[in-house]
Structure formats: C-alpha cells, structure tokens
C-alpha cells in the first residue's frame, strides 16, 4: 500500500514563475492536508481539502497561493509569482475519516521549494 | 486556539541514555496529541498519539509519552537512546470539536553521542 506521494521532491523557481506540486493520498483517503515548513521552524497548517472542496484554507495566504483537489488525479498546490520567501518544504497528509480529528494524518515525504 | 511548546529545540542524549524531549499544549478543550518524528529529508512518521483513552501512551521504537492535564504536558520519553533515534521530533495538537488541523511545535532535534 503506496503511501502519500509528492512530486517533485525538490523544485527551483526564478522570483516571478509559478510552483506547482502535487499530491497523491494514500489510497482510500478522500481528505488531504498541505503544510509549510519553514526553515527552523514547526508545520504550519495551510490548507484541508476533500474532494472538489476546500473544506478550511484558514492557514493560506490571501494572494498567489491557490488549492484543489479534483475528482481526478492528485491534489495541487498552486504558487503564481513566486517569491524568495515562498522557500520552503511543503508537505502533504492525507487522512481516512471526515470530521474526526483524532484520525491519524499520513505525510508524505515534501516538496522542497527553492525560489531563486 | 491551540498551541504547542516544545523546550530545547536541541537536546544530545549519549546511547543508552534516558531520552526526554518537552511538551506542553495549550487547549480550551481536552486535545488530542501527537508526537511525530522527521528523518532527514523525510515526511513526518507518527510516533504515538493520545485520542483521551489512557494517558501513558505507548508508541513505535520503544517511545512513549504521558498526557498529564494538570501540567498541560505531553512529554516523549525513551528509557535508552539507540543511533538511531537521532531526528527531529515534532509535538502536535490537534482539537477534537474544531475540526482536522493540526497545530505543531517547532520541533526538537535529537542528538545521539556514541
């Protein structure tokens, strides 16, 4: 049983391009989690999405970052014009049951963000 | 709101050695905890968790963590460090009425002295 998957692991961007990263729940979850880490520093929450819903984005920023999670294929986080503050590792979980808290989140191993 | 404190955001324990790294929470409601664990460029693997049946918790690689409410502490201890067990440790809490975020401490790096 695959766990969740991210790609890529390790993504550079010039100041201005867009990021893209993807997330792949493990199978049989339907509710996925994006975090940042930022250097020295805890997860901080982002974004819970289920299925073609955004279920909290409480933790996003107002501009430039972007969520989904399609009835198809994986979910993506969407930086446009990125900046050198964007820098950092992004990690995705996924979780089995809806509205239940104490469910366990499975990571995946991140995405590395470098912004040049 | 919660939050997560974790004391010493480095410790360095000799092998062999008792393990011990802090936790305390701050909740308005009985939480939920995590410990996570973090190997070099690595995702998050969970350790324990404490979902309010017995508060001493035991987890993976012979860890385990008290929940004390009165001391609002969720501290992981091992009796005997092994090489392996150098990482990053990450305490997490999460609120069962609110919903599924998890809110994490900003991690302790654990250091193993041969």
């Known amino acids: 049983n695959a766990g969740v998957m991210q790609n890529p692991r390790h993504l550079v961007r010039r100041r201005g391009q867009e990021a893209r990263l993807r997330c792949s729940p493990m199978?049989?979850?339907?509710?996925v989690y994006w975090y940042r880490q930022l250097p020295e520093e805890g997860l901080k929450f982002m974004v819970y999405l289920q299925k073609e819903n955004i279920i909290d984005e409480s933790g996003m920023p107002k501009e430039r970052f972007s969520a989904e999670f399609p009835k198809e294929g994986p979910s993506i986080l969407r930086i446009q014009q990125v900046v050198r503050g964007d820098s950092a590792a992004y990690f995705c979980?996924?979780?089995?049951?809806?509205?239940?808290?104490?469910?366990?989140?499975?990571f995946g191993p991140g995405t590395r963000l470098t912004v040049l | 709101a919660q939050s997560v404190t974790q004391l010493g955001s480095h410790v360095s324990v000799s092998e062999g050695a008792l393990v011990l790294l802090r936790c305390n929470y701050s909740s308005s409601v009985p939480p939920y905890l995590f410990w996570y664990v973090q190997y070099p460029n690595q995702g998050l693997q969970l350790l324990l968790k404490?979902?309010?049946?017995?508060?001493l918790v035991k987890g993976i690689n012979g860890f385990e963590a008290e929940f004390k409410k009165s001391e609002t502490s969720f501290h992981l201890t091992k009796p005997s460090a092994h090489m392996s067990d150098a990482a990053e440790y990450f305490c997490?809490?999460?609120?069962?009425?609110?919903?599924?975020?998890?809110?994490f401490g900003t991690g302790t790096s654990l250091t193993v002295i041969p």
């Open positions: 979980a996924s979780s089995q049951s809806a509205g239940q808290s104490y469910n366990e989140q499975f």
């Open positions: 199978k049989g979850h339907s509710h």
């Open positions: 404490y979902t309010s049946a017995a508060t």
């Open positions: 997490a809490v999460s609120d069962p009425n609110t919903g599924n975020q998890f809110y």
